[in-house]
């Protein structure tokens, strides 16, 4: 979780890419599905459970207050929850790594039972914002102390019973949303959250799958979602499916290295988290969905990606929420794409593991490609189809999605890209590096 020495990697001009390659379970799913089975009563299955580091904190706090996880298999893991109300006292600090779902999601949790946590974390995540979960929860009776600005460390004490709130998001955010729901899952009566603007709703849609009495209406005031508290969740048997968010490296690798072609099987496509797919569509990307199928209750398809040229666009910031980790990477899409491509409305990437705009805009600056930063996004100026210069050290501070997407930019760069440190990788995509190997045939 704390990654000692760093890993550089360099990387090269490739060939195309061939062959089909299988993405790890969704993240976002994969944190929800340990969460909800901890508080089921009784034994819950989850197959294709992302191991990557950020979800495997989420096991370990999750163990720490009273609940038993065992690995039986390669993503099967099993799990025999507490009960809502049954989390225990940890007996130590959670130590959350790089995840932000993590943290804010089971400050969510601890908000509305008798117990006190201490949440740690890494030089990235003891940077990221703690405030928005800070206040929801404190109007719901939960006592925070937080570090200066709202940062880890952060000790939360529950309140039990806590105060069920209406509470309006001020920012697009599915983890403010879940800390709200989890929160009212063990409050009396009904908590509701206000989203102005749609973001990812695997919450809802596994809360009422675990039995929780959930509702969601479109209101003009936005998706109103209410969740009737002390609820009894039943055990389930889940499947994970593929993370839209790890297929969207070979989505873009693909369609920018000449001659390749990837299928990448069963990927999630949930349109609260499809928008870079849209995206690149609009880019004359060349993206075949095939046997379109429901699995674990969300949308997935295989998708066929070709190498094709791409054309610039202004990416509609109504896709941000839908694409928001996608951001880095389809920057690096914009850099080989002929014209300008402009991408607004993404201010919350200042906030993420980096700031990945400002991380982007150094890592792909470096590479000779043409940008322009604003507050709240990116202008590219693409080479339309030819190698960027590339030639440069990338620094991945921390960050798995800025190492990730300039592994991606080097695979058509005329020099080698060296990032300073691969290891974040692991938080979210553990097998990245062999899967590519893979499809350049190594
Ligand atoms: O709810 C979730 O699982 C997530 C929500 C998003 O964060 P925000 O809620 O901060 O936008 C996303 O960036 C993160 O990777 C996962
Ligand atoms: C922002 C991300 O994750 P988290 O907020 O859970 O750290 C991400 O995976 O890109």
Not at 102 to 115: C, D, E, F
Request: proline share 7%; with cysteine.
């Amino acid at each position: 979780m704390s990654h000692s020495a760093p890993q550089p990697i360099e990387i090269s001009a490739s060939d195309a890419l061939k062959g089909r390659v299988t993405v790890p379970g969704d993240k976002s799913i994969s944190h929800r599905s340990l969460m909800l089975s901890g508080l089921a009563v009784g034994e819950s299955r989850i197959e294709g459970l992302l191991e990557g580091e950020d979800v495997l904190a989420t096991a370990a706090a999750m163990r720490t207050m009273g609940v038993t996880i065992e690995r039986s298999g390669d993503g099967i893991w099993r799990v025999w929850g507490v009960g809502v109300g049954g989390l225990l006292q940890p007996g130590q600090a959670l130590e959350m790594g790089n995840s932000g779902t993590s943290t804010r999601l089971l400050a969510g949790l601890i908000a509305s039972h008798p117990i006190t946590a201490t949440f740690t974390g890494d030089a990235s995540l003891s940077k990221r914002p703690m405030g928005r979960v800070i206040e929801p929860l404190s109007l719901m009776g939960a006592d925070i102390t937080a570090s200066p600005g709202g940062r880890l460390p952060m000790m939360v004490r529950g309140m039990n019973p806590a105060v069920p709130i209406e509470y309006t998001l001020p920012v697009a955010s599915a983890q403010v949303k879940s800390a709200v729901l989890l929160a009212g899952l063990n409050t009396p009566g009904i908590t509701r959250v206000i989203e102005p603007v749609a973001t990812r709703d695997h919450s809802e849609r596994m809360l009422a799958g675990f039995g929780a009495t959930l509702t969601v209406e479109p209101t003009n005031r936005g998706r109103v979602i209410s969740i009737t508290g002390e609820a009894e969740l039943k055990p389930q048997d889940i499947v994970v499916p593929g993370d839209p968010s790890s297929a969207a490296f070979w989505a873009v690798a693909a369609s920018i290295v000449p001659g390749s072609e990837v299928t990448i099987a069963n990927v999630g496509l949930n349109p609260t988290r499809a928008g870079l797919f849209t995206a690149l569509h609009m880019m004359g990307a060349d993206i075949t969905e095939v046997d379109p199928r429901t699995v674990g209750g969300e949308p997935v398809a295989d998708l066929i990606v070709r190498h094709a040229p791409l054309t610039a666009i202004d990416v509609p910031p109504d896709l941000a929420p839908s694409m928001i980790d996608e951001y880095p990477v389809l920057f690096v899409a914009a850099a080989f794409a002929q014209g300008r491509s402009v991408a607004r409305g993404a201010h919350e990437l200042r906030v993420k593991e980096s700031d990945r705009i400002a991380a982007m805009v150094a890592a792909l600056g470096a590479c000779g490609v043409v940008l322009e930063e604003f507050e709240d996004g990116l202008a590219v100026t693409g080479t339309g189809g030819d190698p960027i210069p590339g030639g440069a050290t990338i620094a991945s501070l921390l960050d798995h999605r800025i190492a990730m997407a300039m592994t991606v930019a080097g695979l058509h760069a005329k020099a080698p890209i060296t990032i300073d440190d691969a290891a974040p990788v692991a938080t979210s995509y553990p097998t990245f590096f062999a899967t590519l190997e893979e499809l350049q045939g190594k």
